[in-house]
Antibody, heavy 117, light 110 residues
């Protein structure tokens, strides 16, 4: 059974940093692209970042470029999202997502990030 | 890039059908057959129910079906059941490794 378990969310002040982690199991972790998708309160889903199987290729939504960094450790079956210079509009539930063939086939339950003073 | 457009809400009685539209552009929905749909019960993990416009993953009931015409994709839920009450999101590949999501539709079973 595929499992994705996020951690690391919490309350942070504007301008602060936070590192999200995602522990994966139940599939060949190193064989798949992975993404982070977020949902702000009362809003829809927004794709945030993605990383290739070996970490050699990454992409980000424009609003987080230069502030967020996605990474992975295939030896630990773990995905990360380093978030710097956080803003109020980064407040959201962040989901760790496994990519299938041009879709997102498995999702974690999410971790809440709140940016507020 | 803007989000794909969905109606905010839809509803139907048990046993009826409901269809949700998802409108994009020729750069996303109209340009690729890579539309997917997700069911999201608040507080739970979103679930993939349709991929590549019409394909149902294993375990998804055949009450869920997808289609596409031009720049608009649709999800139909037939034979509505109480457990189908959830938020539904479409998504489309938009080129250059990017994906767009829809604005979301809240389905109510009356």
């Amino acid at each position: 059974e595929v499992q994705l378990v996020e951690s690391g969310g919490g309350l942070v002040q504007p301008g602060g940093s936070l590192r999200l982690s995602c522990a994966a199991s139940g599939f060949s972790f190193s064989n798949y692209w992975l993404s982070w998708v977020r949902q702000a309160p009362g809003k829809g889903l927004e794709w945030v970042a993605k990383i290739k199987q070996d970490g050699s290729d990454k992409d980000y939504v424009d609003s987080v470029k230069g502030r967020f960094t996605i990474s992975r450790d295939n030896a630990k079956n773990s995905l990360y999202l380093q978030m710097n210079s956080l803003r109020a509009d980064d407040t959201a539930v962040y989901y760790c997502v496994k990519e299938g063939w041009y879709c997102f086939d498995y999702w974690g339950q999410g971790t809440l990030v709140t940016v507020s003073s | 890039q803007s989000a794909l457009t969905q109606p905010p809400s839809a509803s139907g009685s048990p046993g009826q059908s409901v269809t949700i539209s998802c409108t994009g552009t020729s750069s996303d929905i109209g340009g690729y057959n890579y539309v997917s749909w997700y069911q999201h019960h608040p507080g739970k993990a979103p679930k993939l129910i349709i991929s590549e416009v019409t394909k149902r993953p294993s375990g998804v009931p055949d009450r869920f079906s997808g289609s596409k015409s031009g720049n608009t994709a649709s999800l139909t839920v037939s034979g509505l059941q109480a457990e189908d009450e959830a938020d539904y999101y479409c998504s489309s590949f938009a080129g250059s490794k990017n994906f767009l999501f829809g604005t979301g539709t809240s389905v109510t079973v009356l």
